[in-house]
């Protein structure tokens, strides 16, 4: 692979930015600086590279996990609050990050972005069914039936079917954990109204067989191959 596209490919801009970064001698690869433009190299996976003396591993593609904080949208275009995009370098946003589903602004916790389409594609199908475990707190005191009716299911306006949860473990009278297996717009919330309560706090604690709880809120790591595999464990085929 030419140098130029191996940089291009890691998110340093247009293929003319990329050749002048080389004419600079701003590039280094495995601590050797190169100027030569037909240079071609074998990129390996977390190679490491310098720009500008900066030091970044080459990827094919990114996975990265989020402990979103809360005010933050999963939007590039935020209507009233900050972009969780904000919280990336550039380097990764000219790469196309995408968020794989969304949470609403006021939601915390694990989120994963990428820009392999077919992995986003993987954990967002409807018929993927991958599990989303929450920790949420409501407003109203949790009662046995709002319980029992989260399991059997409850119907969602503009939904077809019913929306179930399982696991759902009652953790303090305004606390519970639950694992769903859609993903329809405000589902956490639409389902605990539709039983008679409120969220009054939204955590998501895993992703298929992955969670980091070791994430303080607003630091994202890149996941390794067997974090990857780990989010796309479902839950039901
Ligand atoms: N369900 C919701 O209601 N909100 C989220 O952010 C995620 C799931």
Known sequence: ML???MLQSQ???????????IKNAAVTVDGQVCTDMKQSIQPYPEMPF???????????????????PQGYECSHQPLH??????????????RGLQCVGRLDQDT???LLLTDDGAFLQALTHPRKHVAKVYHVTTVDRIGEV???QLQVGVELRNEKGLY????????SDYQLSLTIHQGVYH???????????KVQALHRQQIGALSLNSLNEGQWIYLTEEQVNLAKTRASE
């Open 81 to 94: 609050h900050h972009s969780v995009f904000d919280l990336f370098p550039e380097v990764l946003l000219n």
């Open 187 to 197: 589902q956490v919330k639409r389902m605990l109204a539709a039983v008679g309560n």
């Open 164 to 171: 179930a949860a399982t696991d759902v473990i009652r953790l």
């Open 50 to 68: 310098t720009v500008y003396g900066e030091t970044y591993h080459y990827r094919e593609k990114v996975y990265i996990a989020l402990n979103k």
């Open 3 to 5: 140098l130029e596209k």
């Open 146 to 148: 709002q319980i029992q």
């Open 108 to 110: 915390t916790g694990l």
């Open 11 to 21: 998110g340093f801009g247009s293929r003319k930015h990329c050749q002048q970064l």
